[in-house]
């Protein structure tokens, strides 16, 4: 079974900074999500990723396989970036379609 | 091409009723997941159905919970005499095939008075 650490639990940024939310997991993986949750408790799909490097926006995540490492990047972050920010990767054998997930990050932004 | 449409979106309920929550998936995905969040806690597999299978049902409560995927219409979970402690936030999500990439659909918020 597929273990996911997040850190930090909680993060309260100024508006412009670049902040970092590091996921490890446990097992290999052919695939990570990271996913927002909305105040009203509604999830996005931000990436799903399974080498390197993706950017949208002011978003970048990359993964490191090797070190079964994943970081979501915001640049120049927002008040509105207000969310629970979750890593999630597949369950059991590491390509299993259900996923096991984070705790969360709790992102609050001061303008 | 919508979402993943979930509804009801609230349900409250009382204890010993039964909950029937449904999801229907975007078009052109047969495979769905179904997700239980409770209070200050975080997102919990429940089970992985595709079309008249159930795939995976390791993360169900053993007694009460049962879910289906017809051949048509949506996907139902479904909580038979509820109590308090099934007052979770419940997400449904689909994919075109097995494998890790999902959209999540918006919830269902079920209260057991």
């Known amino acids: 079974k597929n273990e996911v650490e997040q850190s930090p639990q909680n993060l309260t940024a100024q508006e412009g900074e670049f902040i970092t939310i590091n996921c490890s997991y446990s097992v290999g993986i052919s695939a990570l999500h990271w996913l927002q949750q909305h105040p009203g408790g509604g999830i996005v799909s931000l990436f799903m990723?399974?080498?390197g490097k993706k950017k949208h926006g002011r978003l970048i995540a990359t993964i490191n396989i090797q070190e079964k490492h994943s970081s979501l990047h915001i640049t120049a972050s927002h008040p509105r970036d207000y969310a629970v920010y979750i890593c999630a990767v597949p369950g059991r054998g590491g390509s299993q379609g259900n996923l096991i997930f984070g705790k969360g990050t709790k992102l609050s932004v001061k303008p | 091409n919508a979402g993943v449409m979930q509804n009801p979106r609230h349900l409250v309920r009382r204890r010993g009723q039964e909950a029937r929550l449904r999801c229907s998936p975007m078009?052109?995905?047969?495979?769905v997941y179904w997700y239980r969040q409770l209070p200050e806690e975080g997102l919990k597999f429940m089970v992985y159905l595709q079309k008249e299978n159930i795939i995976d049902e390791s993360g169900m409560p053993k007694e009460r919970f049962s879910a289906e995927f017809p051949k048509e219409g949506p996907s139902i979970l479904r909580i038979q005499q509820v109590v308090r402690g099934d007052s979770a936030a419940y997400f449904c999500a689909s994919s075109p095939q097995r494998g890790p990439e999902q959209f999540f659909g918006p919830g269902t918020r079920l209260t057991v008075l």
């Open positions: 990723l399974s080498s």
């Open positions: 078009k052109g995905h047969s495979h």
